[in-house]
């Protein structure tokens, strides 16, 4: 029987599923986990404590937790470092636009 390869398609949706059963056995598990909320070492957002994971010392919410996950699947990132490192330079791209576009606006 030939071994088959998962699509990135398939690969991605199994992470969905398995990311958010995470969250939903966190949350059957403690229900205040729910009610609780953290500062993502990853995004810098205040998120939800259920479905969040430690990686090495950074707490990542479930969002980055799927985007890690399926990072490590795809054979994309090594760790949560390299998410991290990531996530800030396109936060930083994202920062430098608004700037750029805000003193266009301010020229015209």
């Known amino acids: 029987m030939a071994d088959e390869k998962k699509s990135e398609k398939e690969i991605v949706e199994e992470m969905q599923q398995v990311v958010e059963q995470m969250r939903l056995d966190d949350i059957e598990d403690n229900p205040a986990c729910a009610e609780e909320f953290f500062d993502c070492d990853c995004c810098g957002q205040n998120k939800c404590f259920a479905g969040s994971i430690d990686y090495n010392g950074y707490r990542l919410c479930n969002d980055c ?3 890690a996950e ?4 795809l054979g994309k990132i090594k760790d949560a470092n390299d998410l991290i490192q990531f996530i800030e330079d396109k936060n930083l791209e994202r920062l430098c636009d608004f700037i750029k ?3 266009k606006r301010e020229q015209n």
């Open 70 to 73: 399926t990072g490590f699947a």
């Open 65 to 67: 937790v799927l985007l």
């Open 101 to 103: 576009q805000e003193e």
